[in-house]
């Protein structure tokens, strides 16, 4: 089973401020999903990448898959308090027909 | 434009009874997936579902889980026995197809308590 890296688990900051988070892994994977999830809700999914090197902008946010397929990245300009979330990547296996695999997210907390 | 509904949203069972999870899809989406959700963990693959047929089960236990996804009605996510780790949340979730980079519309989840 191919696995996904999320870092940092926790991530606590003020608002304005600029933030950054990864999904890592060993293995190749043929796109990657974006989803965030506030409590009580489920996955939302906000981007899909696909070819090595994109890159993708969601008004504030900017995710960017990377050339070897194997991480991508989020970056937040001016966190507001709305960006307040667990924030979660998803890949499918590249076998086999056991859809998403999803990493453990990344827990942010924007700050007013 | 319906998306996907779960209920109940809150179940509580005592150890040793059943609970029953049900979800109906978005319209015109053939394919469900349940996923099991702990505190501070991501979300868990268990069992992949086409109308009237389990594509893939290999996330789900061997023994007191089952899921149905019958030609009428929603899918039925059926837990016999429950013990104290079966608390969690149960996301239910759709796509039209099952490509491999079908985005999936998930439903708010059940949240199962067992005391």
């Known amino acids: 089973t191919q696995l996904l890296e999320q870092s940092p688990q926790f991530l606590s900051i003020q608002e304005g401020e600029n933030l950054t988070v990864y999904c890592n892994s060993s293995?190749?994977?043929?796109?990657l999903q974006w989803y965030r999830q506030e409590p009580g809700e489920g996955p939302v999914l906000l981007v899909t990448?696909?070819?090595?090197?994109e890159v993708k902008k969601l008004k504030r946010l900017t995710f960017q898959f990377g050339d070897a397929r194997k991480d991508s990245s989020l970056h937040i300009t001016a966190a507001q308090p709305g960006d307040t979330g667990l924030y979660l990547c998803?890949?499918?296996?590249?076998?086999?027909?056991?859809?998403?695999?999803f990493g453990k997210g990344t827990r942010l907390s924007v700050i007013a | 434009n319906a998306g996907v509904m779960q209920n109940p949203r809150h179940l509580v069972r005592r150890r040793g009874q059943e609970a029953r999870l049900r979800c109906s899809p978005m319209?015109?989406?053939?394919?469900v997936y349940w996923y099991r959700q702990l505190p501070e963990e991501g979300l868990k693959f268990m069992v992949y579902?086409?109308?009237?047929?389990?594509?893939?089960e290999s996330g789900m236990p061997k023994e007191r889980f089952s899921a149905e996804f019958p030609k009428e009605g929603p899918s039925i996510l059926r837990i016999q026995q429950v013990v104290r780790g079966d608390s969690a949340a149960y996301f239910c979730?759709?796509?039209?197809?099952?490509?491999?980079?079908?985005?999936?519309?998930f439903g708010n989840g059940t949240r199962l308590t067992v005391t």
């Open positions: 579902l086409q109308k009237e047929n389990i594509i893939d």
């Open positions: 319209k015109g989406h053939s394919h």
């Open positions: 998803a890949g499918p296996q590249n076998s086999g027909n056991t859809p998403l695999v």
């Open positions: 979730a759709s796509s039209p197809g099952g490509a491999r980079n079908s985005p999936l519309h």
């Open positions: 293995s190749v994977f043929s796109s």
């Open positions: 990448v696909v070819t090595g090197g």
